[in-house]
């Protein structure tokens, strides 16, 4: 059912960088703006990243978001262990009269 | 501040119909370019989008579930109701419903609901 794919699974060791990708296509990621989701263990998910790089008030600068053309990404630098989590990226897809789609979610393990 | 709360059943039997109610505050359903939307999540998986209703009774439904889904607002008591049809034990999932603006982001979010399907 997931539109946009992003890798099962990421990690680090604390401090490090971590990357997530996010790859679409042009009716979504291509057209629109991404946002990102962090969805800590057993919670409702958060927003985390809007309109590709934009944070919302209280969520740490080490979370940075990016995109280029029909893929974005999504950085966390200085990885704490409290960042360990599912993050989905989103987007809404143009086709069919408009539908918002989510990723396949990537699992963040902080070593 | 914006809160939303769902609330409905926590089990329903195969082929039964599904009506899950989205109770919010902080934030008009009259007001232009607000939005309530519905994500489920089954257990161990991914987030899948299911419907959303904005101010002005816009309605967009997911493509694969178009047929089985209903989505109405009732603004004077601030609430989203949904209604999924011929419920499987496929659906089994957390429901959640959440806030948006002018088609961006879904920047607030309910706890979500456990719908189990089972006879």
């Known amino acids: 059912q997931s539109v946009l794919t992003q890798p099962p699974s990421a990690s680090g060791t604390p401090g490090q960088r971590v990357t997530i990708s996010c790859s679409g296509s042009?009716?979504?990621?291509?057209?629109?703006?991404v946002n990102w989701y962090q969805q800590l263990p057993g919670t409702a998910p958060k927003l985390l990243i809007y309109s590709n790089n934009q944070r919302p008030s209280g969520v740490p600068d080490r979370f940075s978001g990016s995109k280029s053309g029909t893929s974005a990404s999504l950085a966390i630098s200085g990885l704490q262990s409290e960042d360990e989590a599912d993050y989905y990226c989103a987007a809404w897809d143009d086709s069919l009269n408009g539908l918002y789609v989510f990723g396949t979610g990537t699992k963040v393990t902080v070593l | 501040q914006i809160t939303l709360k769902e609330s409905g059943p926590t089990l329903v039997k195969p082929t039964q119909t599904l009506t899950l109610t989205c109770t919010f505050s902080g934030f008009s359903l009259s007001t232009s370019g607000v939005g309530v939307g519905w994500i489920r999540q089954p257990p161990g998986k991914a987030l899948e989008w299911l419907a959303l209703?904005?101010?002005?009774?816009?309605?967009r439904y997911s493509p694969s579930l178009k047929s089985r889904l209903t989505i109405t607002k009732d603004t004077s008591k601030n609430q989203v109701v949904l209604t999924m049809t011929n419920m499987d034990p496929v659906d089994t999932a957390t429901y959640y419903c959440?806030?948006?603006?002018?088609?961006?982001?879904?920047?607030?979010w309910g706890q979500g609901t456990l719908v189990t399907v089972s006879s």
């Open positions: 042009s009716s979504n990621i291509g057209s629109n703006t």
């Open positions: 959440a806030h948006t603006e002018e088609m961006a982001e879904l920047d607030y």
């Open positions: 209703i904005y101010w002005d009774d816009d309605k």
